[in-house]
């Protein structure tokens, strides 16, 4: 079904709670009394407001502090054919020095859709349609007379969601989030202040080139070529002019912490953290990286806000949730009271209001809590519903700045129904705009604006993270002017960090003795001076900064253990002492997703110790004891992968051997662990199955763990599945592992299992593992129990009827025999019989199907419009639902959200949610085009891709199933320009049945009777 992902969801405002709402628009003066601010302690003043602002966007203060200011008035459609763009770029100062910014100069103007704005070096650089540009004024007259071209290619097909928020970042790149659209990014500009050759940088598996300060491989302006943000966002050195894709994937905000930490935003996550940077990625080819970013603040429907204007949007999921996340800002200031620093802040135009979540360590990462939860309170909202915060910042003054659209809708016409495109009020308040700050009461204390450009030593240790920043790129812009870089005096260790950073950027990083008096300090400076070591000591520097490795590999503090992990992936050589106790704090820390990860990326490359040694090590923590099999089943593929690398047969045969036995005869495996050992086991066949190998293809499964005893890894699992009082969890895995078995050992067990337990995912284990194997006899069993099977278990038997040319030749019979019915095929699958390369199967799918291929869509609808007319009955409507939608959509907390969210398709008229429904395929988002994915070992699978990296993609697919693939390991990505809903559902839908559907669809909000029904009129 069509469905749309927004960037803003429609808002529609009704009384609520008791008091009246205000009648906007009101004054700026009138709407601050609409304000609640959760601290009591707190005040929310007035900085700018129409006519010195209209439509801001985003804001950013100066060295001087002068404010600046983007004016996004194309929005939301962009001018009218043959009128000018209407973004501008102002400046505003505050000359009197009262607070309030009341002179205003139109820097910039006949932009179009611009989004962020930076200072740099004197002007400013600006995003807006499609490109990276930069402004600068070189006469006083406060308007821009130079304006440059840095980059194009960023996506520019929807007004909302495009590049945005240049950001000064702590290495002195510029970051950028792109805005979710992507596209393919290229340098203009040519001639760029400084030329810094990039050296090598060490990476796992060979040299990776990049340069100081990159992550992963930059490209040089010099010999420009068009990097893909699909995915991902950008960043770019304005000294050097390199420029790179980045991992992470913002839509509208983008922020650090005082400690280099970024975070981005988008629609339903409003603060995720980047995790893992492109450099360490790209340093390790032969590891799938299933996440790059973790949610610290709850995504989609985990996460609460409060607004007073009892809003109610369109999606019924997203009500009293974030629908519309923008702006994330991590607050650095010391206006504010002290428990406030390093809290996160994140806009919710659509509800009115601003949230605040308290950070806390998380591992490697963080976890937060909204404080004023249990009040069901927001940190700022309003009463005034015309009130729509975008962006936040961190000011000169040490105060939070909220930057005010002030509208009356925040949506594209794009996405809302068609009888509301034309809507009258879609425009109001495109000549007002406000911009606030929040600071304490009772104080009047003055802060110092400025930042000294002759003296940066008091700014760089200031407790103003604003100040730290600003001073770090002013230092940074003298590079350009050729300056000396003066030494600073750093007194804190926030100030330690960026002067290291700056360090960083002059090549003046020294050996690993100058940073020694470092690590007395905080966890964030040791494990930031452990980043710099891995990156960038010299080779003379090695045996030092491995021992030093090896020292924080037991760091008390996460983050300091993850670094050091990290840095040890990056040294090309290692000592056995220090590999092993690698592999020790790897399995201490095996509860922790981010460390695995990082433990399976080393081991790709490091010697087999690693492997045995988590194998035979058994951790102390409960907690890493649980995590432990995620760690084995990751650490078990890696090494079948590098011993599938092996050319000597007979020495892949003794490894194998090895391997096994040890799986079965450690003292913390075997039967004493038989969880852990199934786990590896599976990983490992895995990592075989990379260079075609397999343990089946061995028959290793069942190999004794010594001459004196019939123990085998295969035994066990025949014992565990056979069990009368099996656990459940540990049945499955052994049904598994018996796939690897040989079909006469095995067949038997897992027959039974398949067609006679009660737990559904122990039998779909069971059956997989069964259908497994290419025998005739399986064969005839999947078709035959087909028909009496759940809707999950004719899934899986699907599935492994798509295994082999053969088995799909017997399915297009068992089609033709009337066995199956050719409209359980999706259109993926049936693409994939009428498209095969093979010709016999080609042109025998296109005969069986032709007979069932679906009618003409026209005259589909017009037979099924009589439907609208019928009597319908919700209930027999969602059992319909429940039968034909519910793998892939979620209603009423029935099924699984895979494709689009259709929960809100009361908002579309009946004859819309009908064409929808029997044309599946007219009109889908970008975001949910189906894939078709074929491996390089034959096999195919489909599904929408969540996510991707430059190593790997992620596929959802149905029933909420993940599956995340190398990219080297896929010989065909092909998006197939369908829906994963099927085409033809009126075979299995007759117009009653539809009748009930799309009467359950439109009303099954208002069954509980308190709201009457009025979509299809009294049923």
């Known amino acids: 079904m069509r469905s749309c992902v927004t960037c803003f969801l429609l808002l529609i405002t009704v009384s609520g709670s008791g008091a009246e709402p205000p009648k906007s628009p009101l004054s700026p003066e009138e709407s601050l009394k609409h304000f609640v601010l959760a601290d009591p302690n707190l005040q929310i003043e007035i900085v700018a407001a129409e006519p010195e602002v209209i439509d801001p966007v985003a804001i950013q203060f100066d060295e001087h502090g002068r404010l600046w200011v983007v004016e996004l008035s194309d929005y939301p459609n962009g001018p009218e054919p043959g009128k000018p763009p209407l973004s501008r770029i102002k400046l505003l100062e505050d000359k009197d020095g009262d607070g309030r910014y009341e002179t205003a100069h139109v820097f910039a103007d006949k932009l179009l859709f611009a989004t962020g704005v930076q200072p740099w070096d004197g002007g400013v650089i600006v995003t807006l349609a499609g490109e990276v540009a930069y402004f600068k004024d070189t006469d006083g007259d406060h308007k821009a007379d130079v304006r440059e071209t840095w980059f194009t290619g960023f996506a520019q097909a929807n007004p909302q969601l495009r590049a945005n928020h240049p950001t000064f970042g702590p290495d002195g790149w510029i ?82 912490d005082a400690w280099g930490n970024r975070f981005v935003c988008d629609n339903r996550h409003p603060c995720r953290h980047v995790i893992f940077e492109e450099d360490f990625i790209k340093r390790c080819p032969h590891v799938a990286f299933p996440a ?309 990326a080393v081991a790709s490359a490091l010697p087999d110790v690693i492997f045995y040694s988590v194998v035979t090590h058994a951790p102390k923590s409960l907690e890493a004891r649980a995590g432990r099999r995620f760690l084995l089943a990751m650490l078990g593929e890696q090494h079948g992968r590098l011993l599938g690398r092996l050319s000597d047969d007979a020495e892949l045969d003794r490894e194998i051997a090895m391997t096994m036995w040890e799986l079965v005869a450690s003292p913390v495996l075997g039967k004493h662990g038989f969880v852990n050992s199934a786990e590896c086991a599976l990983g490992f066949e895995r990592g075989l199955n990379r260079s075609s190998q397999s343990l089946a293809k061995r028959d290793r499964l069942f190999l004794s763990a010594s001459e004196k005893s019939d123990e085998s890894l295969g035994k066990l699992a025949l014992d565990v599945l056979s069990g009368e009082h099996k656990d459940v969890d540990q049945a499955i895995l052994a049904a598994r592992l018996l796939r690897l078995g040989s079909y006469e050992k095995v067949h038997s067990s897992l027959k039974h299992v398949a067609e006679s337990t009660d737990d559904r995912m122990l039998r779909l284990a069971a059956l997989e593992s069964f259908a497994s194997f290419q025998k005739p006899e399986v064969d005839a069993w999947l078709i035959d129990r087909y028909r009496s099977e759940t809707p999950a278990i004719r899934r899986a038997i699907l599935a492994a009827l798509f295994a082999s040319k053969e088995r799909q030749l017997r399915l297009l019979e068992a089609i033709e025999q009337g066995q199956i019915a050719a409209t359980e095929l999706d259109p993926v699958r049936v693409n994939q019989l009428t498209q095969a390369k093979d010709e016999t199967l080609r042109e025998r799918a296109k005969t069986v199907l032709a007979a069932a291929a679906p009618a003409s869509r026209h005259e589909v609808l ?158």
């Not at 059992?879 to 908002?907: L, M, Q, W, Y």
């Open 292 to 600: 790059v970013v973790h949610d610290v603040i709850p995504a989609d429907d985990k996460n609460q806000v409060f607004p007073l204007t009892s809003a109610w949007t369109t999606s019924n999921l997203h009500a009293g949730t974030f629908t519309a996340a923008c702006g994330v800002t991590v607050y650095t200031g010391d206006w504010l009271p002290q428990e406030f620093r390093g809290n996160v802040f994140v806009c919710e135009p659509t509800g009115n209001l601003v949230q605040r979540a308290i950070l806390e360590p998380d591992g490697v990462t963080f976890k937060s809590r909204n404080p004023h939860t249990d009040a069901r309170r927001e940190f700022l909202a309003s009463r005034d519903d015309w009130f729509r915060p975008v962006d936040l910042q961190n000011g000169p003054d040490g105060a939070l700045y909220v930057v005010d659209m002030y509208r009356a809708v925040i949506e594209h016409p794009e996405w809302v129904p068609d009888e509301l495109k034309k809507r009258p009020d879609t425009w109001l308040g495109n000549d007002k705009g406000r911009i606030y700050r929040i600071r304490p009461k009772e104080t009047q204390v003055k802060r110092e604006p400025t930042v000294s450009v002759t003296n940066l030593d008091d700014s760089f240790n200031s407790t103003n993270g604003w100040h730290r920043m600003t001073a770090s790129r002013v230092l940074h812009e003298r590079v350009s002017q050729n300056d000396l870089l003066p030494i600073i005096d750093s007194r804190c260790d926030e100030a330690s960090f960026l002067t290291l950073r700056a360090k960083q950027l002059r090549r003046f990083v020294g050996g690993a003795e100058a940073f020694r008096h470092l690590f007395s300090g905080s966890y964030q400076l040791r494990s930031e001076v452990l980043r710099l070591l891995s990156e960038f000591a010299n080779d003379s520097d090695i045996p030092k900064t491995q021992a030093l490795f090896g020292k924080f590999l037991s760091d008390k503090s996460p983050h300091v253990r993850f670094s050091a992990m990290q840095g040890i992936s990056f040294a090309p050589d290692q000592d056995d002492q220090l590999t092993v106790e690698f592999a020790f704090q790897a399995s201490e820390d095996a509860a922790d997703p981010w460390i695995r990860q990082v433990a399976v």
């Open 175 to 256: 970051y950028v989030a792109n805005g979710l659209r992507g596209g393919d990014v290229i340098a203009t500009k040519k001639d760029w202040p400084v030329k810094l050759p990039p050296p090598a940088g060490r990476g796992i598996g060979g040299e990776v080139p990049a340069a100081k300060g990159s992550t992963g491989l930059s490209q040089d302006p010099a010999n420009p070529k068009p990097v893909s943000l699909t995915g991902r966002d950008f960043k770019f050195d304005p000294l050097t002019g390199r420029y790179e894709a980045i991992s992470g994937n913002g839509q509208f905000g983008m922020t650090f």
């Open 862 to 1019: 017009d037979a099924y419009r009589p439907a609208l007319a019928l009597t319908a009955d919700p209930k027999r409507g969602r059992e319909v639902f429940v039968k034909n939608c519910s793998t892939c959509h979620r209603v009423d907390n029935v099924g699984v959200n895979v494709a689009p969210d259709i929960s809100d398709t009361r908002t579309k008229k009946p004859e819309q949610l009908l064409l929808d429904i029997l044309d599946p395929n007219k009109a889908i988002d970008a975001n949910y085009f189906a894939y078709a994915v074929v491996t390089k070992d034959g096999k195919v699978e489909s599904g929408v891709i969540s996510a991707e990296t430059a190593t790997s993609i992620t596929l959802k697919q149905p029933e909420g199933k993940v599956l995340t693939l190398l990219r080297t390991d896929i010989d065909e990505l092909r998006n197939t320009g369908l829906s994963l809903m099927p085409v033809g559902v009126e075979k299995n839908i007759d117009q009653q049945a539809m009748a009930d559907l799309i009467f359950w669809l439109k009303n099954w909000r208002y069954l509980d009777g308190k709201v009457p029904a009025t979509s299809l009129g009294e049923k």
